[in-house]
């Protein structure tokens, strides 16, 4: 089997990479911008992995762990910021989120 | 194989001190009484003394530590005793604004505590994974501290957009990384330094990595166009967290600027150069411009503090173009005199505006000078060193940029600057004015004031004095920690 | 070399076309008498009592929360127990002290409450 080589990889990471920033700077939904986010760790967790495989170590792979369990813990500090705006806002709208002007 | 040697664990025994108070008020939370939480308040404290303390216990052992990663150097020291400096005054701050606002959950001074080990850790790391860590734990404390008066609906929406701009930066910062150690193999930097340095190394692609780090960067200290999350978010949070966070993980993120723009002025050429003497120029108009319409005081030091990230871009354009280590000392001058000023203006409005933070239009200082003199003659002073009245910390520290700046022959850049610092006088002087001038019944609170507060503001006072009238001590010491080890 | 993956893209092919076919046919050919109760969503013949979009209890989201970030911190596990053995107590005594740090969490959100479900 032929390897896939890291240029692809590279390629699906900028894909991902641009559809998590559309989504960002398009979606109004708190919660998609969120997941949009995680798009973005991911292709980055795409990146160091294949970068790492090209060098042939395992620093990539450990970053990518790392990157991994950043992406939880941002999560769980988001859906929690968003559980008390929504208890108070009773929306996850982001265009309603406007009591300070932008 | 490698292990942890004494000496590696010495060299970030301040950190690892930080962590442990910060674990230890965590897990005693649930079991102090509501009424007692002061208690962990005043142990926090002891953390941040007690990893001050660190520093002298320890003999003096600059040094790489953990394979490379940790960088024990003159220039991390300063930085963390900044961030202790920032905790100690910000909790100090907090302790009596908690219980006035009913929010008096000891959550709030582990969050302190852990969002200084991250930036202790942003200064002190010379290995990108570190201070991608650094940077995330000191953020994501910052989110949560944000929104920290959670049934106020203005401390909500500023905590989610902190947080949405804040991960989405992080995350710019992250490509950046990767693509980094995609081109070079490595994360360290030093490495990295030694690996661009050499001849067709750096190609488009290096540079958009770099950009992309930048952007994440910018974001954290607020350089136009990365501006509009400062004024919702400093006006949204808490005003003792906004002293805390328009200071600290905003030197934090300087430091990391520093680190990595320096190590690489070289190799990178004048590219790099010129985006940081772009986003100076803009960052200090914009800021100060934007500060003028203002009729909120948190909404206009936001702004103010978009503009003196300007004023600090100013010192690390002209490091980058002289190379010599006048910029970064001054950097990391305007840095520390900063923080001590806009920590005491914040904590002093955090008091100012009463229960619920309801009084912080510019409007509700009228006529507070009679009123409250003792607390609008320290506002007053803080709002001089702000705009860099003579005799105030605030006057060298711009003093020391412009000078740098002109010794590196960024003129235009310099006028640029000098300009700013003139309209600025405007609207720090408006609220003195407003205070003193004007006619009226301040609606402000003009309750005494609770004796940690009065601690903090009186430290904060005396460094900005002792900043502005003997500043050469102090200059000195920036000096010396200017030269980043790698 | 390249047939392995050959291989597998005729297969996926196969797979769109049967499905494809096997859907479009019942479409096409299939007699679509609509009444109320088809219409109806299926919950395993019992009569579906209100909408499915109803509020969820905040305990969800919270247990939910706390699973993920305890989750991935076990993800560290797997590169330290690969290599355990060549650590010795090295490894041994760093890997405590995380479980350590996070049984501190765990204390702290089961004093604070979090994981009481009635509450």
């Known amino acids: 089997m032929m390897p896939i080589p890291p240029t692809w990889c590279v390629y699906l990471g900028t894909g991902l990479f641009t559809i998590g920033v559309i989504g960002v700077l398009t979606r109004r939904n708190v919660i998609i911008i969120l997941m949009s986010i995680e798009l973005i760790l991911n292709a980055v967790n795409i990146n160091l992995v294949a970068f790492s495989r090209y060098f042939g170590e395992v620093d990539g792979q450990i970053f990518a762990i790392f990157v991994i369990t950043d992406a939880a813990a941002e999560a769980a500090v988001g859906l929690g910021l968003l559980i008390a705006l929504f208890r108070n806002k009773e929306t996850v709208n982001a265009d309603e989120i406007d009591l300070l002007k932008w | 194989m490698t292990t942890v040697s004494i000496p590696d664990v010495m060299r970030i025994l301040p950190e690892l001190i930080l962590a442990g108070f910060a674990i230890l008020v965590m897990l005693f939370e649930p079991f102090v009484p509501a009424g007692r939480k002061r208690v962990l308040g005043w142990i926090a404290l002891l953390g941040v003394l007690v990893a001050g303390m660190a520093f002298t216990w320890a003999p003096p052992n600059a040094g790489m530590a953990f394979s490379g990663s940790i960088a024990a150097d003159g220039f991390s020291y300063f930085f963390i005793f900044l961030f202790l400096t920032i905790a100690a005054l910000a909790l100090l701050g907090s302790i009596n604004y908690l219980e006035r606002d009913n929010i008096h959950h000891a959550e709030y001074y582990a969050l302190i505590l852990f969002s200084t080990v991250g930036m202790c850790f942003m200064a002190a790391s010379a290995e990108l994974i570190m201070i991608f860590l650094g940077l995330e734990i000191s953020s994501l404390s910052t989110y949560v501290l944000a929104g920290f008066r959670r049934h106020d609906p203005r401390s909500n929406e500023s905590a989610m957009k902190y947080f949405l701009l804040g991960s989405f930066a992080t995350a710019f910062f992250l490509y950046g990384i990767a693509f980094v150690y995609g081109l070079t193999g490595t994360t360290n930097l030093v490495d990295l330094a030694a690996d661009l340095a050499q001849p067709g190394k750096w190609s488009t692609l290096t540079r958009a990595a770099l950009i992309l780090m930048f952007v994440g960067l910018a974001f954290k200290v607020s350089t136009v166009p990365f501006q509009i999350w400062t004024p919702d978010v400093y006006q949204g949070a808490p005003a003792p967290v906004t002293a805390f966070l328009s200071t600290g993980p905003k030197a934090a993120a300087f430091a990391v600027l520093v680190r990595i723009f320096l190590g690489l002025a070289g190799p990178s050429g004048p590219a790099a150069f010129w985006v940081i003497w772009i986003s100076a120029a803009l960052t200090m108009t914009v800021g100060n411009f934007a500060a003028l319409l203002q009729k909120n005081v948190k909404r206009m030091l936001a702004y103010s503090a978009i503009a003196h990230a300007g004023y600090v871009l100013v010192g690390l354009a002209a490091a980058m173009a002289s190379g010599s280590t006048e910029g970064a000392s001054a950097v990391l001058f305007y840095l520390a005199a900063y923080a001590f000023m806009n920590v005491g203006a914040f904590l002093l409005i955090a008091h100012l505006a009463g229960p619920g933070e309801g009084r912080t239009e510019i409007s509700d200082f009228t006529g507070l000078g009679r009123a409250a003199p003792g607390a609008a003659a320290c506002l007053t002073v803080f709002m001089l060193s702000l705009s860099g009245i003579p005799s105030t910390a605030g006057f060298f520290a711009k003093f020391y940029v412009f000078r740098a700046s002109v010794h590196a022959g960024l003129i235009g850049l310099t006028i640029i600057a000098v300009l700013n610092s003139v309209v600025s006088v405007y609207y720090y002087l408006n609220l003195v004015v407003t205070m003193y001038m004007r006619e009226g019944e301040p609606q402000a609170a003009r309750t005494p004031m609770p004796l940690p507060l009065y601690s903090a503001i009186a430290a904060s006072l005396f460094a900005i004095f002792y900043l502005g009238l003997y500043p050469n001590h102090f200059l000195l010491l920036s000096t010396l920690s200017s030269k980043p080890l790698p | ?119």
Do not use: H, N
């Open chain 3, 1 to 119: 070399m390249e047939s392995g993956y050959l291989t597998i893209l005729i297969y996926i092919g196969a797979v769109v076309f049967l499905s494809a076919a096997i859907l479009g046919m019942s479409a096409w050919v299939g007699v679509k008498r609509p009444t109320r109760e088809k219409l109806s969503p299926y919950e395993c013949g019992i009569q579906p009592v209100g909408d499915a979009r109803e509020r969820f209890s905040i305990s969800f989201y919270l247990v939910g929360m706390l699973f993920i970030l305890f989750d991935v911190e076990a993800v560290f596990l797997y590169p330290w127990a690969v290599v355990y053995k060549e650590l010795k107590w090295f490894g041994f005594t760093e890997m405590l002290l995380y479980i350590l740090i996070l049984l501190a969490g765990y204390v702290y959100i089961w004093k604070k409450g979090a994981l009481d479900w009635s509450r």
